[in-house]
């Protein structure tokens, strides 16, 4: 018997490390710059096998979190998007 599979999808938005130092960067020059902000937005997607209740939610929302600044981006928001 197949196991049935549930697509899990959550809009990312974050700003990456690279802005990040770029922004550093312009704000030390005198050009009167005090901050660049480039977020990038995506939909993240995968299919499982596991049940998908507000406790998997939950966890995965902790998990993209922490990967994202592990790598040094700024999250500003990270949103399940219901089916």
Excluded: H
């Excluded at 490390?17 to 020059?29: A, H, P």
């Excluded at 005090?34 to 049940?51: F, Y």
Aim: glycine share 4%; aromatic share 8%; with cysteine.
């Amino acid at each position: 018997m197949k196991k049935k599979t549930r697509e899990v999808v959550f809009r990312v938005v974050y700003q990456p490390e690279l802005i990040n130092k770029i922004s550093d960067f312009m704000s030390k020059c005198d050009l009167g710059i005090s901050e660049v902000q480039m977020p990038v937005c995506e939909d993240w997607r995968w299919e499982t096998t596991t049940k998908v209740d507000a406790k998997y939610i939950k966890k995965m929302n902790g998990v993209i979190r922490k990967g994202l600044v592990a790598t040094g981006n700024t999250v500003i928001m990270i949103t399940n998007v219901k089916k």
